[in-house]
C-alpha cells in the first residue's frame, strides 16, 4: 500500500494487510444536522478523525466508516435513518469480531453521541470475549450539543462546499444536560423545531481546524496510552489528566 491510500482497509488487496495491525473503525450516523448540514455530518467527521490519527500510528489501518447508529431522537426529521441500539449493537460486535481474526487491536471512533451506550456494552462483551477493542470519542471540551459553531465550524473545515451557512439558524442553546431528559422523552424536535442545539454563529473553517487537530491528537494520545475503564472508553493518560 502506497501514496494517500496507505492507511485505507478499503483500497488495499488483501496480500497488503498486515497480520497484526492496528485498525480504526470509525462510526457516525445519518441523521438531521439542522438547515444548514449535511445527514452524514458525523460520519465524515468521525472518519476525517481516524484518518489524520492513523497517520500519526505506524501500522494503522482505517476500516470504512459505519455510516448508521442510534439516532432515534432524530426521527422527527426526515432524512435521519436510524438502525436503533440491538441491531447497532449487533453490528460492532459482529464487526470487531471479524476484524479480530487478523487484526491486533482495534479502536472504534465514534462521531454521534447516541452510539455511546451502545458502544459501553459491545465493547465490554468484545473485552469479556477477550479481543483487543476500546473506542474513544471525537468531541471537544465546551463544544455545543448538535449543528452549532463546533460542528458547523469542523464541517467548514472538512466539506465547506457541503455547508448551507445562509440557512443557518440558532436553535436551543441550554446545555446538554438540561435539555437531556425533554430529548430523550420526546426527542430533537420537540426542543428545537430546526434540529440545531446551539448557535451556529461565529463559525469559521480555522476555528474547525484547531478543533480537528486537538480532536485527532487526543486520540492519538489515547491510544498509545491505551488506559481505559470498564466500559472501554479510551482515557487520557495519567500525566494529561491532572493537567488544567
Do not use: K
Not at 435521519?80 to 479480530?100: C, K, W
Not at 471537544?140 to 472538512?158: I, N, Q
Not at 441550554?174 to 463559525?203: F, Y
Request: with cysteine.
Amino acid at each position: 500500500m502506497t501514496g494517500d491510500t496507505a492507511t485505507e482497509l478499503a483500497c488495499a488487496a488483501w496480500p497488503d494487510v498486515p497480520s497484526d495491525a492496528l485498525v480504526l473503525l470509525p462510526i457516525g450516523s445519518t441523521e438531521q444536522h439542522g438547515p444548514h448540514l449535511p445527514l452524514d455530518t458525523d460520519s465524515v467527521i468521525a472518519q476525517a478523525v481516524a484518518r489524520r490519527a492513523s497517520t500519526a500510528l505506524p501500522g494503522t489501518l482505517v476500516a470504512p466508516t459505519l455510516p448508521y447508529g442510534a439516532s432515534g431522537e432524530h426521527a422527527g426529521f426526515p432524512g435521519t435513518v436510524s438502525i436503533g441500539h440491538e441491531v447497532l449493537r449487533a453490528v460492532l460486535v459482529e464487526s470487531v469480531r471479524s476484524l479480530s481474526l487478523w487484526a491486533a487491536r482495534v479502536v472504534v471512533v465514534n462521531g454521534h453521541g447516541g452510539n455511546t451506550a451502545t458502544l459501553e456494552t459491545a465493547v465490554r462483551l468484545l473485552r469479556a470475549e477477550g479481543h483487543d477493542v476500546a473506542w474513544t470519542g471525537c468531541s471537544v471540551r465546551g463544544g455545543d450539543a448538535h449543528a452549532g459553531r463546533t460542528e458547523t465550524s469542523v464541517m467548514l473545515h472538512l466539506a465547506p462546499e457541503r455547508v448551507r451557512l445562509a440557512a443557518a439558524v440558532t436553535g436551543d442553546t441550554r446545555p446538554l444536560s438540561l435539555l437531556l431528559p425533554e430529548l430523550m422523552a420526546h426527542g430533537v424536535r420537540a426542543v428545537s423545531p430546526s434540529g440545531v442545539l446551539g448557535d451556529p454563529t461565529g463559525a469559521t473553517a480555522a476555528e474547525g481546524r484547531t478543533t480537528m487537530d486537538a480532536t485527532a491528537s487526543t486520540a492519538v494520545r489515547r491510544i498509545t496510552a491505551w488506559s481505559m475503564g470498564d466500559r472501554g472508553r479510551l482515557a487520557e493518560p495519567a500525566h494529561e489528566a491532572v493537567r488544567p
